[in-house]
């Protein structure tokens, strides 16, 4: 997830206080963290229910909203009115991430983003994004999933960065807007402080980024549909 780009952006926006998701089109990658140009507001709402696991804080979704422009209030990344259950990981952390591999895609604003993954091999999953906005590379990305001795650990490496390592900290299940969320948290100071995978049903996925900046509560979301990587196809699962 790209926290240079990120950062560059939040740092020119008004913080708001109302929790803002964002609502990708089924037809066009968190996974972008972050796209250089500030984006328009939202346009009228569209329930949070046609999107399965979509997190939700009791708004609607806002499609037509750029992602990495709409940073929200203070909250978890699962601001439902129950808190999530902690489920269990047993065995190999890592083939939990399994449902990660391949190709995931969204587009907002005449911004695409994709995210593509390898499926778990010696230890490891090796995984890419890629933003483009009018035909011009806003960012890229090479991300990896490693089963370390100390536990499972995400790690991104931002185009012209540092790489940052985020711990798994667990998966919990939200049953009132349905997904596993999967939760890592940063290793050092800096934003982001946490990322969240929320995989729900029917090929969603919603990368959260979440933490703050000069303690102001910086939170965006980025929706993505499961995508074949060949044809583009939506796929379901």
């Not at 569209?46 to 997190?55: E, F, K, M």
């Amino acid at each position: 997830m790209r926290s240079d780009t990120m950062q560059r952006i939040l740092s020119s926006i008004t913080a708001v206080r109302a929790v803002v998701v964002l609502v990708a089109l089924p037809a066009a990658l968190v996974g972008a963290m972050g796209a250089q140009a500030q984006a328009p507001a939202a346009t009228a709402p569209t329930p949070a229910a046609s999107n399965p696991g979509a997190p939700s804080a009791g708004t609607a979704a806002a499609p037509g909203t750029s992602p990495g422009a709409a940073p929200a209030a203070p909250g978890s990344s699962t601001p439902s009115a129950m808190a999530p259950a902690p489920l269990a990981v047993t065995g190999d952390p890592l083939a939990a991430m399994a449902w990660l591999q391949g190709c995931w895609r969204g587009t907002v604003n005449q911004r695409e983003f994709r995210e593509q993954w390898l499926p778990p091999a010696g230890g490891m999953m090796v995984g890419a994004s890629h933003t483009v906005m009018q035909g011009r590379t806003q960012d890229y990305e090479y991300l990896r999933l490693e089963a370390q001795p100390g536990g499972l650990r995400y790690v991104a490496v931002p185009s012209g960065q540092k790489e940052a390592t985020f711990r798994f900290e667990g998966v919990t299940r939200d049953e009132i807007n349905p997904a596993d969320i999967f939760t890592f948290a940063n290793t050092v100071e800096g934003y982001p402080q946490r990322i969240v995978y929320r995989h729900g049903g029917e090929g969603w996925l919603y990368a959260q980024v979440e933490g703050a900046i000069n303690g102001t509560p910086r939170n965006v979301t980025y929706p993505m549909r499961h995508v074949d990587c060949e044809t583009g196809d939506v796929l379901h699962k």
